[in-house]
């Protein structure tokens, strides 16, 4: 047994799906999908093939004309789920099944949990192993395939999907919606949603989708995406999936974005009223090249999708709104790095690694923003030893020597010797790839503007601060950074002198909303608890439920109590990954 991804059952040796073809009814009232599973193999099946499956019914499975195969459905693994194995000598395989009560993958939203308050809605989020809760498959980047699917859907509702739309036919009181995906993507990458959809124009290649109620909105925070999109394809080439298209998602979603092609899934936090949270989209749009195109052959080697997509992120940032605001991002990177780096060290230094063995360990578990921000700073110290022009070179070569691959860091690191032999001597890749923490010689943002927030930081020291004047022009990116910037506690009165002057507590953007309440949370400001208690239960955001919940867990019985009820008036709302996330800080 050739199993080459720890985080799934697919042998190497058996063959890969070159098709996923999917016939799925949307069942609402079951909270369940229902249907036939088909997967084209790239060659006959040598007498066995096993398939990656959590919580699936699987209850039948025949070859391409209809004749019966046998199968075993072994118990669960924990995380892993269960290895379906099949008799079969076939190149063909269809399995009719149905999805568990708690497919970890999909969220069924009641109608009180939605925009509109009238229907109901149901989403995928497959990243990281969940898409075996969705259907059964070879769960693992390393293979990639293309994706058919019908939708029977309730009348009344709208399907979208990360694939190129093939048409929708009403039948009574049901529709059947169709989509192909003619490019190989791997499992995570599989996603829909069902729902009360809307969408608008903002550009030639994307259409914003959302709950009509939110639409608009949506529609005009996204409206320079084209502009966006241009200088992505002047740094690395032709977008390469034909659209590209957004999806804002209810505020459950537990991620800020998710790169799906053609179909980007976007967190609701995002619409600041602003522009000032776009830089998520240039991230989601990066992934186009480095990520959906070049993937991670497994989850020991995710750095290779996130540092890359945060280093082209960055690129593209720099691009449409300039050096300055790149190493304003940078910095709130590297803070949120050294964060995460404290947190995992405690855990096992090993995950602070960019190349790991996760053998065993949930990839939820141990999410960070190591892969991501070790990850550019690595990228960007390479770019240092060679110079721009011709980290430039490499970086197109790169994506144009493993465009629809899956790739390890080895094969990588064997790329990067053979393109840029300069690095010899001059990069301690080995430390950098292999070691824990952060490296000595890790890059640091620059520029005017955080040295500017760095010296209005430091006043803030015992009781005293700044004068309101001084902080009364920045702009919201700025605002983040200062938050960063100041000690993880201040006096109760700074904390009231913050919010009297600024209204922090009122902020519509989300980022300088959560970072301020989590600071003043941690500062034993119990003004602030109110406020802690209605974002917790308006939104599901990973990144702003771990903060919350562990600044309130930090502050002793009273905190932790306060938790567990805000945990437990909440959690009906939160996605599964979001749910596990804060049941776990608040030991619920």
């Not at 829909?192 to 809307?198: E, M, P």
């Not at 790329?415 to 010899?424: G, K, N, S, V, Y």
């Not at 709302?573 to 979001?578: D, I, V």
């Given at each position: 047994m050739a199993r080459l991804d720890?985080?799934?059952?697919?042998?190497?040796?058996?063959?890969?799906?070159?098709?996923?073809?999917?016939?799925?009814?949307?069942?609402?009232?079951?909270?369940?999908?229902?249907?036939?599973?088909?997967?084209?193999?790239?060659r006959p099946a040598d007498g066995q093939l096993d398939l990656d499956t959590r919580g699936i019914d699987v209850q039948a499975v025949t070859d391409g004309q209809g004749r019966p195969l046998g199968f075993t459905l072994h118990p669960a693994e924990g995380f892993m789920g269960s290895r379906l194995t099949i008799q079969a000598n076939t190149d063909r395989v269809v399995i009719t099944y149905a999805t568990g009560a708690d497919a970890s993958a999909l969220q069924w939203l009641e109608p009180a949990q939605t925009a509109g308050g009238a229907h109901p809605y149901v989403f995928t989020q497959c990243q990281s192993i969940h898409a075996r809760s969705v259907t059964p498959c070879q769960d693992t980047p390393r293979v990639r395939q293309q994706v058919q699917a019908k939708l029977t859907i309730p009348a009344g509702l709208t399907a979208v999907m990360a694939a190129a739309d093939a048409g929708r036919e009403e039948r009574g009181e049901v529709a059947v919606h169709r989509f192909h995906m003619p490019q190989r993507i791997p499992s995570y990458l599989l996603a829909?949603?069902?729902?009360?959809?809307?969408s608008e124009e903002v550009g030639a290649r994307t259409r914003v989708w959302a709950e009509p109620e939110v639409v608009k909105g949506a529609a005009w925070e996204f409206g320079e995406v084209d502009g966006i999109l241009a200088a992505?394809?002047?740094?690395?080439?032709?977008?390469?999936?034909?659209?590209?298209?957004?999806?804002?998602?209810p505020p459950s979603f537990p991620f800020g974005g998710m790169e799906n092609p053609r179909l980007t899934f976007l967190t609701p936090t995002l619409l600041a009223g602003d522009r000032s949270l776009v830089s998520v989209v240039a991230h989601e749009l990066a992934h186009s090249w480095t990520g959906n195109l070049v993937t991670n052959a497994s989850?020991?080697?995710?750095?290779?999708?996130?540092?890359f997509t945060v280093y082209a992120e960055r690129r593209i940032v720099e691009a449409t709104e300039g050096a300055e605001a790149r190493a304003l991002q940078a910095a709130l990177g590297r803070r949120g790095l050294e964060e995460d780096v404290e947190r995992l060290t405690k855990m096992d230094p090993a995950f602070t690694r960019l190349a790991n063995d996760l053998s065993g360990v949930d990839p939820d578990e141990v999410?960070?923003?190591?892969?991501?921000?070790?990850g550019y700073l690595f990228?960007?110290?390479?770019?240092?030893?060679?110079?721009?022009?011709?980290?430039?070179?490499?970086?197109?070569?790169?994506?144009e020597r493993f465009a629809f691959t899956s790739i390890t860091t080895?094969?990588?690191?064997?790329?990067?010797?053979?393109?840029?032999?300069?690095?010899?001597?001059?990069?301690?890749?080995?430390?950098?790839?292999?070691?824990?923490g952060i490296p000595a010689d890790a890059p640091a943002a620059r520029s005017e503007k955080l040295d500017a927030l760095i010296a209005l930081a430091e006043q803030f020291h015992g009781e005293a601060h700044p004068e309101a004047a001084a902080l009364a022009n920045l702009d919201a990116t700025e605002w983040q950074v200062l938050l960063s910037l100041l000690p993880s506690t201040l006096p109760k009165t700074t904390c009231a002198w913050l919010d009297e002057h600024f209204a922090l507590s009122a902020k519509q953007n989300a980022e300088i909303l959560v970072a301020w309440l989590a600071l003043a949370t941690r500062s034993g400001h119990t003004a602030v608890w109110p406020k802690v208690a209605e974002t917790l239960r308006a939104v599901g955001r990973g990144k702003y439920l771990r903060p919350l919940y562990t600044a309130l867990v930090g502050q002793g019985d009273e905190g932790k109590a306060f938790a567990r009820e805000v945990f437990e008036a909440a959690k009906d709302?939160?996605?599964?990954?979001?749910r596990a996330l804060a049941a776990g800080i608040v030991g619920a």
């Open positions: 720890p985080h799934s059952y697919a042998d190497a040796a058996q063959p890969g799906t070159t098709v996923l073809h999917l016939d799925l009814t949307v069942d609402f009232a079951a909270k369940q999908l229902r249907g036939t599973a088909t997967l084209e193999l790239e829909f949603a069902v729902g009360n959809l809307a992505a394809e002047g740094l690395f080439g032709h977008y390469p999936w034909d659209r590209f298209d957004l999806l804002v998602m989850m020991n080697d995710f750095w290779l999708n996130e540092g999410y960070s923003q190591v892969p991501y921000e070790k990228l960007v110290r390479v770019e240092q030893a060679v110079g721009r022009e011709a980290f430039d070179r490499f970086l197109a070569r790169y994506i080895q094969d990588l690191l064997t790329f990067m010797q053979a393109e840029l032999p300069q690095l010899a001597g001059a990069v301690d890749i080995d430390a950098w790839v292999y070691g824990t709302g939160y996605h599964p990954m979001g």
